[in-house]
């Protein structure tokens, strides 16, 4: 866990070295923002049909996402890494996370070539994974600034966190004290989605992680305890969020786990090929 002020913006700082699980992974969107600081060969990301998939060599900045995107790994693949909670990225954005929003960049295109490549060179000298880590932790530290309207954001978004998106928009605003045009343009800003979307995104990903993909999963009891209108909605949200249904989503991820027992990537990212 990040020290202060750092963990009121960040889920946790990672490294991967190895050889991936699977050449493709799937990642489905979910309420956190990720940056990516490669020190292997290049990896791949599409983003979708209109947005040409690219190579990235030094890294990649994501804010939260709205689509699946798909991460192609090279053989043998390290990199640092930082999960953010939706709001966290903001202080370190030279621009509106809006302009960002499914598109990824390199971390170039938002720190600059020449703060990029220092870094790299620092993190591959350094003596071991913890060191690594420390190192990113301070760098992000010095990188930290005031960002108006970040209280405002992170409130409001620890709210729809802690009901997983089932709090109504209209109440949010109210107990914000704010109009909800006021507090839609600062999430834009900020996070790069609309409250409602952020709520959307909570109440499926929390939906997911209770399904135990091992036993047998009762679709209807699941859709109405997340507070789906039906099943139908809950399917349709599953396609939108996934590109699976329900029932496909759980085959891939049984395979998951039947060829990759404990792997530390498994529960979210799902294999592509």
Not at 44 to 67: F, L, S
Not at 110 to 131: F, K, N
């Amino acid at each position: 866990m990040p020290r202060p002020p750092l963990d009121g913006l960040i889920d946790d700082l990672y490294y991967l070295a190895g050889a991936p699980p699977y050449a493709r992974l799937t990642l489905p969107p979910m309420p956190a923002a990720l940056l990516i600081v490669n020190l292997g060969p290049p990896f791949r990301i599409r983003a979708g049909t209109d947005i040409e998939t690219a190579d990235y060599a030094d890294g990649c900045v994501i804010t939260m996402p709205t689509r699946a995107y798909e991460f192609g790994y090279p053989l043998r693949t390290r990199s640092v890494g930082v999960h953010f909670k939706p709001w966290g990225l903001a202080p370190f954005l030279p621009m509106p996370a809006a302009e960002l929003c499914d598109r990824p960049v390199t971390i170039e295109q938002v720190w600059g070539r020449h703060a990029i490549a220092e870094l790299q060179d620092r993190l591959a000298t350094a003596d071991g994974p913890h060191e690594m880590l420390t190192l990113l932790e301070a760098e992000l530290l010095r990188r930290l600034s005031e960002t108006a309207g970040l209280g405002l954001v992170r409130h409001t978004s620890s709210v729809i966190a802690a009901t997983n998106g089932s709090m109504a928009i209209g109440d949010l605003t109210v107990a914000a004290g704010v109009s909800s045009t006021h507090l839609t343009q600062r999430f834009k800003e900020l996070i790069g989605v609309t409250p409602k979307r952020l709520a959307r995104t909570y109440r499926f990903t929390a939906t997911v992680f209770a399904i135990d993909p091992a036993g047998p999963v009762d679709w209807s009891d699941l859709a109405g305890g997340a507070g789906y209108f039906d099943q139908a909605h809950f399917g349709h949200e599953f396609r939108e969020f996934t590109g699976l249904t329900p029932t496909r989503y759980i085959e891939v991820r049984r395979r998951f786990l039947r060829e990759h027992p404990g792997h530390a990537m498994d529960g979210w990212p799902l294999p592509a090929d």
